[in-house]
């Protein structure tokens, strides 16, 4: 393993109500300095979580919602910020009832994703939630979210979408194919 760099200063250059870009010098093992920015987002003190929900056999739930950053309507899979006293299950649990108006009596967490770790510090953990039943929770959604579902075995087709574009729902989406694969729980044998 690298011998870690050196931090010979961080600073704040920029904060907002969610984000806090922080600028550090470092200096390699071999002497080179090199000064990085990284956005930290202030709002995740508690970690966040993202759910593949089973809706049976085969289809994960999809919800749709408006992106900011994207300045469009997108397709994703249920995700939000885990709360103060919460574990990741009872979070995914959670966001899955206040999203895609679902619970699970199995969840499983599965592991943990960034999304740009050259320029993030966010992570956000992946959990499986199967044995769905209707329940809905009031969210922190300005409108309601239109629930779908995918075939674990159209994911290609999926990412091919304009409106299905984060990456990190997309290889959740894999894991949880692979796992349940390898499990003997999924067969690419049954028929959609």
């Not at 071999?30 to 979580?49: F, K």
């Not at 993030?120 to 922190?140: F, H, T, W």
């Not at 087709?157 to 729980?185: S, W």
Request: hydrophobic fraction near 40%; proline fraction near 4%; glycine fraction near 8%.
């Amino acid at each position: 393993m690298p011998k870690m760099p050196e931090t010979l200063e961080a600073q704040i250059v920029a904060k907002s109500r969610l984000f806090t870009v922080e600028q550090v010098q470092l200096r390699f093992s071999n002497g080179v300095e090199r000064t990085y920015e990284r956005l930290v987002n202030r709002s995740q003190g508690y970690g966040a979580v993202m759910v593949v929900a089973m809706q049976d056999e085969r289809r994960a739930l999809l919800i749709e919602e408006y992106c900011g950053g994207m300045g469009n309507y997108q397709m994703s899979i249920p995700k939000g910020l885990v709360e103060p006293g919460e574990d990741v299950l009872d979070a995914a649990n959670r966001e899955l009832m206040e999203e895609a108006g679902f619970g699970a009596r199995r969840l499983e967490y599965l592991t943990h994703l960034s999304l740009s770790p050259n320029y993030m510090s966010q992570q956000i953990a992946v959990v499986l939630a199967r044995n769905l039943y209707e329940k809905r929770l009031p969210g922190d959604e300005p409108e309601p979210m239109r629930v779908d579902s995918v075939d674990l075995y159209d994911l290609s087709n999926l990412a091919g979408r304009d409106d299905f574009t984060e990456g990190r729902a997309l290889a959740a989406l894999y894991l949880v194919r692979d796992l349940l694969e390898q499990r003997g729980e999924l067969h690419r044998s049954l028929s959609a």
